[in-house]
């Protein structure tokens, strides 16, 4: 069969058949398109992040190709593509005007710097977790819970882009890629505060030596945000209230390792206090 026989065999068609067949060839053609680039993506454990943000992108943009592709066979080419997207940013407009703020989010997401795959951020309703995939309507979260020090539940949360818009966006590991994170010990008026000071400061020094936190780096980043406060080594502070005597440990650490530094930390204080007899617990926390 030859080109002049398959034209005849188009022009004997019925135009929506016709359509039919040109859609199927155009989707085809795209996800054709797609699984070959996938494939030249070969998965290791060094670049497994990037393969996925490069899926992600992919698969936004064959849905936008299959969408282009649809309306220039179904419409006859793209003239009257501004009356139909007027006709529908009207519509969407008055009855979900949502889904457009979503749909405007998704071009926020892409073109400002506001967060990328894998990023841990806070977003909406004091929502906390780390960044798995963008969308043109949502983009989805793994759900970390803050009362257990941002272990992740398990759970995936789809947000709508309009977040970005509507609510304060909090991202915690971009930038300068530390958090400040505080363990207060309570103990009682005639304990030794003095002595569970320097407990306390060595049990954080030597998290830190043990971490490989570059705070020389981070405060070269500070600097370049103008954030004026120095980045200092661990500090301890004494605060009294209600009988009991507040001692607590603020260091800097990795925003995924705020519970694992806790524990640790909280590990050499708790056995630094055993060897001393000069520090009482409070009996009720």
């Known amino acids: 069969m030859d080109i002049n026989e398959i034209h005849q065999w188009f022009s004997g068609m019925p135009s929506w058949a016709e359509n039919i067949i040109l859609s199927l060839i155009a989707v085809v053609v ?3 398109v797609k699984r070959l680039l996938l494939a030249m993506v070969r998965p290791t454990e060094e670049d497994i992040k990037f393969r996925f943000v490069i899926e992600n ?32 940013a009207a519509g969407l407009t008055i009855s979900s005007k ?17 967060f990328g795959i894998g990023d841990r951020v806070c977003v909406g309703d004091n929502i906390w977790g780390d ?20 272990q992740s539940t398990g759970r995936l949360i789809r947000v709508p882009n309009m977040v970005v818009f509507t609510h304060p966006v909090i991202n915690a590991t971009k930038g300068f890629d530390a958090v400040w994170h505080e363990i207060p010990i309570r103990v009682t008026p005639d304990s ?12 954080a020094d030597d998290w830190l030596e043990r ?30 209230g209600n009988g009991t005597i507040n001692v607590t440990v603020r260091y800097l650490c990795p925003a995924r390792q705020r519970r694992d530094s806790e524990h640790e930390i909280t590990e050499q204080i708790l056995a630094g206090i055993e060897e001393n007899a000069n520090i009482r617990l409070l009996g009720e926390y």
């Open 98 to 114: 949502e889904v457009v703020m979503s749909f405007l989010g998704f071009f926020a997401l892409v073109t400002r710097d506001h």
């Open 30 to 32: 795209v996800l054709v």
């Open 211 to 240: 971490s490989h936190l570059d705070l020389d780096k981070l405060q070269r980043k500070m600097q370049r945000a103008q954030v004026t406060f120095r980045v200092r080594r661990p500090g301890v502070y004494v605060s009294v």
């Open 192 to 203: 030794d505060w003095r002595e569970l000071k320097t407990i306390m400061r060595h049990a």
């Open 57 to 88: 992108g992919l698969s936004i943009t064959s849905s936008v190709a299959i969408i282009l592709a649809m309306v220039f066979i179904w419409l006859d080419g793209f003239k009257p593509l501004f009356t139909v997207l007027g006709l529908i």
């Open 131 to 150: 960044v798995t995939g963008k969308g043109i309507l949502f983009f989805t979260v793994l759900e970390i819970s803050q009362d257990i020090q941002g």
